[in-house]
């Protein structure tokens, strides 16, 4: 069975910094594309930044673009979500994504960036 669990989300002043981890279970985070996508409340999900699993690429959302960085540690079999200089428009539930064939999610984790 997979689970995707996410953690490190709450509130943030604007220009703060949080990370999310997500610990897989039941596959193997280095086999599969593994994704942050966040939805704001009356929005569409959007991709925020993934890593392919072959090599590590990495690849972001325009709007997160040198304020967010995704990484990988597979000893641990977590993926991470570094995001810097936070801004109010970040505020959204931010989801844990893996994609080989079949496509998992996590719960999901709330961020909001609010003084």
């Known amino acids: 069975q997979v689970q995707l669990v996410e953690s490190g989300g709450g509130l943030v002043q604007p220009g703060g910094s949080l990370t999310l981890s997500c610990t897989a279970s039941g596959l193997t985070v280095s086999n599969y594309r593994m994704s942050w996508y966040r939805q704001a409340p009356g929005k569409e999900r959007e991709l925020v930044a993934h890593i392919i699993r072959l090599g590590g690429s990495t690849n972001y959302a325009d709007s997160v673009k040198g304020r967010f960085t995704i990484s990988r540690d597979n000893a641990k079999n977590t993926v991470y979500l570094q995001m810097n200089s936070l801004k109010p428009e970040d505020t959204a539930v931010y989801y844990c994504?893996?994609?080989?064939?079949?496509?998992?999610w996590g719960q999901g984790t709330q961020v909001t960036v609010s003084s």
């Open positions: 994504n893996a994609d080989l064939i079949y496509m998992y």
